[in-house]
């Protein structure tokens, strides 16, 4: 089955740029020249036409002007392996790439070499209705696959806000979230199965296509989210889930976000599990504003709230306990929405929230913290704080009920880059004080590298990098991410 919608990639967001991120430049020496042009004279004959390119058209799409790049586009597994062993062989970096919807850097070529674009991998082998299972090669759309697998009755979770363009493979190599994570856990939690390319070129496969099964170690939690420094996925086996049959969508608003966030840590205390827990905060509603919701001036901030069930009746009786407990916490209005148009029309707001930040001032650097439920509205007042001390805005959103907050902060001139930095480091450090986490699901990758060590002891780092030294002895499987 090829994927039931074509991929529109129109509205993905253009390349990052290595060097906007801090600490760029920091990451060994770029590839030769000579090396690269060897290894497209070497792989030009093993791939389909037009699937090694370095012309200026695909140099541009991607974000890059260096000369010394290569675009591979390889059709089959069999292409891949030909690809990795050759960039081995040649000593030329390579680079595995999804649809570039990464928050993290994690798909940029940071020492030049061969990006591998996995996006004409993009059928959807099998939608099992019996197994309750789906395999899907790893250029495949997201959206795609949960139309395929919601035409037959089932659900597939992970719906990071990227999935109309993002792809399968991206998802497994960030470990992607989205805001039903809160119910259903993110992508680590439904791959069941994996055809892998090691970065030595060979293929192997690792998981099940059952949903149980404890064989070995668990390879499969190890390379979902390994941010593609462990070697690529061509294929991926999910586990599927009955379709919810009832899905109730509500807006909460709220005078302060304090209330928002005290109404998020009750809700979670009260029985219930609503599927998605999401929070904007004053600066995020500003930011959304003319974007189709319409809210009364005291209103400064709102919760997104899903709840999804087998009945009408079981989900209707929870947005009884919902609304009780947000009123309780103070809440000024809850609204329902009446049908699938007025839901979709929430989530388009809560879905342009990332993109509407980026234009509030110009420019944003944007995060993706957790800390424990119980301590959110400490967190998000804390970083405030930080943020009015630095002279900068900070906006907060995201998925609450997690704890997983999209710290944001904005800023106009390019010249306040060393004071946004600075920030973005003592939120971070907040958050990890806190209790918390640097990344819920963007990764690390070139954007925290500089942050690792401030979770993470020098034990932990020193195995990590031993696993990777051990699949990658050359290192030239996308170099230069996680570790500082
Ligand atoms: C979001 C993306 C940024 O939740 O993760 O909007
Ligand atoms: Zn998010």
């Known amino acids: 089955v090829r994927a039931v919608a074509p991929p529109d990639r129109s509205s993905a967001p253009s390349a990052l740029r290595a060097d906007s991120f801090k600490g760029a430049g920091d990451f060994g020496p770029r590839v030769e020249r000579a090396a690269v042009a060897a290894l497209k004279a070497a792989l030009v004959a093993q791939l389909p036409e037009g699937g090694l390119r370095d012309d200026p058209a695909t140099l541009a799409a991607f974000g890059h002007d260096e000369s010394n790049t290569l675009f591979a586009f390889p059709e089959t597994t069999a292409q891949v392996q030909a690809i990795v062993r050759a960039c081995m062989a040649h000593g030329v ?32 082998l099998l939608v099992d209705d019996q197994n309750l299972i789906a ?8 959206g795609a696959l949960h139309a395929a697998v919601e035409a037959k009755g089932l659900f597939y979770a992970p719906d990071p806000n990227s999935l109309d363009w993002c792809t399968l493979g991206g998802n497994v190599a960030e470990n992607a979230g989205g805001p039903r994570a809160l119910k259903y856990g993110v992508t680590r ?7 892998w390319v090691l970065p030595s070129g060979e293929a192997i496969r690792l998981g099940r296509r059952v949903h149980k099964g404890v064989t070995g170690y668990d390879l499969l939690g190890l390379f979902v989210g390994s941010e593609g420094t462990l070697g690529v996925a061509t294929e991926v086996t999910v586990k ?17 976000v304090e209330q928002a966030a005290q109404a998020s840590t009750r809700l979670l205390q009260s029985q219930l599990l609503p599927r998605c827990l999401e929070l904007l905060d004053d600066v995020a509603l500003a930011a959304v504003k003319g974007a189709g919701l319409q809210l009364p001036q005291a209103s400064q901030a709102v919760l997104l709230i899903e709840l999804d069930g087998p009945t009408e009746d079981s989900v209707l009786a929870e947005a009884q306990t919902l609304e009780a407990v947000c009123r309780a916490e103070g809440a000024l209005e809850v609204r329902v929405a009446r049908d699938e148009t007025q839901r979709a029309g929430l989530w388009a707001v809560r879905k342009s929230v990332s993109g509407a930040l980026k234009l509030f001032e110009g420019r944003k650097v944007s995060e993706d913290v957790v800390v424990p439920r119980a301590r959110l509205g400490e967190a998000i007042a804390r970083f405030k704080a930080l943020g009015a001390a630095a002279r900068l805005t900070v906006a907060t959103y995201g998925h609450a009920g997690d704890g997983n907050l999209h710290t944001n902060v904005l800023y106009s001139k390019a010249e306040q880059k060393p004071e946004v930095d600075a920030l973005v480091a003592a939120i971070a450090r907040e958050a990890v004080a806190l209790g918390g986490t640097l990344t819920g699901e963007h990764g690390i990758g070139v954007a925290k590298r500089h942050l690792l060590t401030l979770e993470q002891g020098p034990g932990l780092i020193a195995v990590q990098k031993s696993v990777k030294a051990a699949l990658d002895p050359l290192g030239l499987f996308n170099p230069g991410k996680i570790f500082p």
């Open 93 to 124: 970096p390579v680079t595995p790439v999804g649809a570039r919807s990464g928050k993290s850097g994690g798909s940029l070529p940071v020492r030049g070499g061969l990006s591998l674009c996995l996006e004409k991998l993009d059928h959807i």
């Open 135 to 142: 395999v899907a090669q790893a250029g495949v759309v997201l």
């Open 189 to 195: 939690d439904h791959v069941i199965g994996l055809e």
């Open 240 to 256: 599927l889930l009955p379709l919810p049959k009832v899905v109730l969508t509500a807006l909460v608003l709220f005078q302060q």
